[in-house]
């Protein structure tokens, strides 16, 4: 099947950023509608094909709200592998990346990109020449969002970037941060996204609280707080995500371009269960007044989260296991979603034991679900207790 590279995506990746195994997802609750509403741009695109290439009940529908997504769009690369997809699915030759139709759309869309691309130059050209700065900026921003219309990622870095040169005032900066953010997240550049995280919050937004007050920059920062989450989560930092994605506000978030408020619902909620303690599960998650309105999103996360601190850990793992499927068509989360789960497991094992000096094992398997015949699995439990409580 092919895989969806978009154009002038040869930035440099970081390393923790991999694509999980291939599997299929063959049951899911996700509505597709309601995603195609939660996104914009190039993420719908990514989502929806990322569903359908692993959830094949949803694989058709999911082509098809890509292929509407697509049109409003320049990006050819994209075009294409939905077009791939589709046909592998319906085997209509109608639907072939070469079929007379698809060739008609890519010239046109070739045709009217290069019109675009030559005026912006040539506008470009022309505030250069009188040295207006904030044409100028304005310029390299237009630029810059052609290319990501195209899918031309590198080309929409290096435009966006130059526009430092030319920003006039903190909000200049700020704009320009978040457009950079924006493209280093579809590259899996996430040292990049912490660096432009941490020169905005140098200039104050995210500590000084007078200033993030302001509407606009209420925005600013809780797009800032959500895509340095969602690398520090890429990153396997899952305490760090957690603690970034807790700082949002569900009044003030929206960021369609790369996440929607179920997603911090989803991605805090995993990794502080992966990773918090039980009183800071309690105080920042459970009773937190301002997440509390991301958890309602998502009723049988905040459930599991609310039986895991209550100790039923068979139906808090129960509850785990019911969205998995829905978790794994996530393309961010899909690679962390074992790992999370494994690490959840783990504390509440280290949780189960703590208050025992001893622990029948037929009742510890009865409470995980699980058999002493799987020994490897009890060696391992053994060992994580010895050493919780011994080192």
Known sequence: MA???????????DSATKEPDDYTVENTSLDLDAISQSYSGLMKIKRLLHIA?????????????????VRSTFNIGAFQDICYIRHQLTKDPKDSPTSPEAISWIDDRKRQSSLILETLDKDLKSFRSHSIKESIRRGY???????LKCGDLT???????????????????????????????????WSTVINYYNKADSYGIISNKQLAKQTDMLKIKSRLLAAVGLAEMCLEKYKNAARYFLQLSIDAFDFPEILSAHD?????????????DRPDLNSKVISSNTFKEFLELEPTLRNAICQFYDSKYTACLGSLRSIQGDLLLD????????????????????QYFTPYSSV???????????????????????????EYIYL
């Open 3 to 13: 895989v969806f590279k978009p154009q002038g995506a040869a930035l440099e990746v």
């Open 53 to 69: 290439r692993h959830c094949p009940m949803l694989a058709l529908d999911a082509t098809q709200h890509a292929v509407e997504e």
């Open 141 to 147: 921003d237009d630029l810059g969002d052609h290319y």
């Open 155 to 189: 080309n929409s870095f290096k435009c966006y970037s130059r526009a430092k040169d030319y920003c006039l005032s903190d909000k200049h900066f700020y704009g320009l941060y978040l457009n950079i953010i924006v493209v280093s997240v579809f590259v899996g550049n």
């Open 264 to 276: 911090v619902a989803i991605y805090a909620g995993l990794c502080a269960l992966a990773t918090y």
């Open 331 to 350: 393309p961010f989360l899909a690679p962390h979603v074992n790992k999370l789960l494994w690490e959840i497991r783990r504390r509440a094992l280290v």
């Open 360 to 386: 029948d094992m037929n009742k510890m398997a009865e409470s995980f679900e699980s058999t002493i015949g799987e020994t490897q699995h009890w060696n391992n439990s053994y060992n994580l207790i010895h």
